[in-house]
């Protein structure tokens, strides 16, 4: 869009130089009611890769609002970008409220768009009314994002609005832009507006060095153990400069699920995942820490998937975090979460630790060294499937040696997302795999998919869902039919985590009672009814290859695989249902 230099901008003009100089370059959602005036400034997305486009306004690409509220997440875990989604007035912003929990819940910034209904039409009871009247949006969203929900109604403060909005970003945290669609229509009072882009954080110096000294004083003559939080996927130098931490060291390493990307597959010292869907070797050396022991985490971690609810058990704990006030905090500190002595930095992590990396090296320090992991870290027997059944030990093993580089993988909340981790036990050179598993919003893969595809479009991009998250989003396959995208869907004809879990919550529980089964479905069929290309994988998994050829050969259609899965087939952790 241009913008005539005789005449001041419109509201609309200076949120679109906004979102351009955040890097926003694609909007998704569904038009109608309050957005049509904006969303008139918007191409619709090609569906393809394109060149960039200058000074253009973002693509839109038309998705329905609980897809689309996951796809700014799935950008950022992609690539680091900035992505929009938008919902019509009323009630379609709380479609797309599940992905802006999990946004704040895992620090993710990410643009949320939302119109109300006119103010000049309070009182007269509006359709979809959004005013106090009504819905109540603002407050609504105001009560979940405290500081971060930013109302643009009044031409005179939008510019300040959208700087203090800018600031949020900065701080690895989501917005809500609430747009008055007929005041935005208005000339802004300004004869232009400029917008500078993201940009990471800055080191800061003397934070860094106080932070290596104090650690490097406090590891003398005690054993060291490394939790990598998923922050620390966010540090592009992070996977050699752990691995070269754990050497001076001698640390054992742990991760977290995501935490995971910020790790090497051949560091000697890493034990595996703790927690939900944690490893054997892992889980004893978290065990074992004590008040004799220093904890350095990575990219603070301590939700109950990693912790299981419980206080970082060291002797001495150093936090370094690059998000001032994350999720998770109390005063802007993880003290609270610390059974004993504790420090805490905030400050980028990649530099962080590459300062430490580089200062032990010259300076090593006598540490109680650990011993290596073992080839194997699960000791625990697992049982097969019943006949009939993908046995999916032997699925994530396969599929562990044959992704192609540049893959970018998503759990959904089902069995995938405790199971995969723990029998692929490290992570892989050639893929990433993300879940949002603090807010657990069942359905999300898709629209994680579809954002990381648009911000990655060389990568290849997988997904696993489950038969009863699939019921969440089945209605939006079509428009990604052409994104070729390859989607698992385990199938076992019920909630499987909570069949698995119930034995433990509550024992004896009779059968009628669970709750838990799924009536079946035809999933191939009704992918291929959506365009996609259908696939039943055999459990002795003989198409498996053939699957993932077709996905590597980018043939033009998104595939979606059936995969025949017994929920009598326990794998992974799931520490949570001891706390039900």
């Known amino acids: 869009m241009t913008t005539n230099p005789t005449k001041r901008p419109s509201g609309y003009d200076v949120l679109l130089s906004a979102l351009r100089a955040w890097g926003v370059t694609t909007c998704t959602g569904v038009t109608g009611g309050g957005l049509l005036h904006f969303l008139q400034n918007l191409e619709p997305h090609p569906g393809r890769r394109e060149e960039p486009r200058g000074e253009e306004s973002p693509w839109f690409f038309t998705l329905g609002e609980y897809a689309a509220g996951f796809t700014p997440l799935g950008s950022y875990l992609a690539t680091g970008g900035l992505g929009c989604c938008v919902a019509t007035t ?3 912003t709380k479609l797309l409220s599940c992905g802006l929990s999990d946004a704040k819940l895992h620090d993710i910034p990410a643009v949320f768009l939302v119109p109300l209904c006119s103010t000049k039409s ?7 009314d959004t005013s106090p009247l009504g819905s109540n949006i603002v407050p609504q969203l105001q009560a979940e994002l405290p500081g971060g929900v930013f109302v643009l109604d009044q031409p005179a403060t939008l510019i300040p609005q959208l700087r203090r909005a800018h600031h949020r970003l900065q701080q690895s945290k989501p917005i809500v832009l609430v747009i008055e669609p007929n005041l935005l229509k208005l000339p802004s009072g300004e004869e232009s507006c400029h917008f500078h882009p993201l940009r990471p954080p800055e080191a800061k110096p003397e934070d860094v060095r106080h932070f290596v000294k104090t650690f490097h004083a406090a590891a003398e003559g005690r054993r060291v153990v ?3 939080g998923e922050e620390l996927a966010r540090a592009p130098r992070a996977p050699r400069l752990t691995t070269r931490l754990c050497e001076q060291l001698g640390a054992s390493l742990v991760w977290s699920i995501n935490g995971a990307n910020g790790v090497e597959r051949q560091n000697p010292w890493g034990h595996g995942y703790i927690s939900f869907g944690g490893n054997d070797a892992a889980m004893d050396v978290w065990k074992d820490l004590g008040e004799e022991d220093v904890l350095l985490v990575l990219g603070a971690c301590p939700d109950e998937y990693t912790v299981n609810l419980q206080p970082y058990p060291a002797g001495k704990t150093f936090v370094v975090t690059s998000i001032e006030d994350g999720y998770g905090q109390l005063d802007g500190s993880f003290a609270h979460r610390s059974r004993h002595e504790f420090h805490q930095w905030v400050t980028p992590l990649d530099s962080a630790l590459h300062a430490l990396v580089e200062h032990l090296e010259h300076s090593p320090p006598r540490t109680r060294r650990a011993s290596p992991a073992p080839a194997n870290l699960n000791h625990t027997p697992r049982l097969p499937p019943r006949p009939g059944f993908v046995d999916l030990r032997q699925l994530f093993t396969r599929l562990d040696t044959r992704w192609a580089p540049g893959t970018l993988g998503f759990d959904d909340v089902c069995l995938s997302y405790k199971d995969r981790q723990y029998v692929t036990q490290r992570p892989h050179p050639n893929a990433r795999f993300f879940s949002l598993y603090r807010g657990s919003a069942m359905g999300n893969v ?3 998919c579809i954002g990381a595809r648009l911000a990655s479009p060389d990568s290849h991009v997988v997904g696993f869902t489950g038969d009863g998250c699939f019921r969440l989003f089945a209605g ?5 039919s052409h994104l070729d995208l390859l989607l698992f869907v385990l ?3 019920s909630y499987g985590i909570v069949e698995q ?3 433990t919550i509550l024992p004896g529980i009779q059968a ?4 838990t089964q799924l009536t079946p479905m035809e999933f191939g069929d009704i992918a291929r009814a959506c365009g996609w290309v259908g696939f039943d994988l055999k459990p002795d998994l003989t198409n498996l290859d053939a699957i993932l050829s077709l996905h590597r050969a980018r043939a033009g259609q998104s595939i979606l695989v059936t995969v025949p899965v017994d929920s009598e087939q326990v794998l992974g952790l799931n520490p949570r249902a001891g706390n039900l």
């Open 491 to 493: 199938d076992n004809s």
């Open 501 to 503: 879990a119930l034995p």
């Open 476 to 480: 939006c396959l079509s428009e990604a």
């Open 122 to 128: 309070q009182g007269l009871s509006p359709l979809q």
């Open 446 to 448: 898709l629209g994680l």
């Open 90 to 92: 009323g009630a379609a």
């Open 226 to 228: 490394i939790l990598a």
């Open 512 to 515: 009628t009672r669970r709750h």
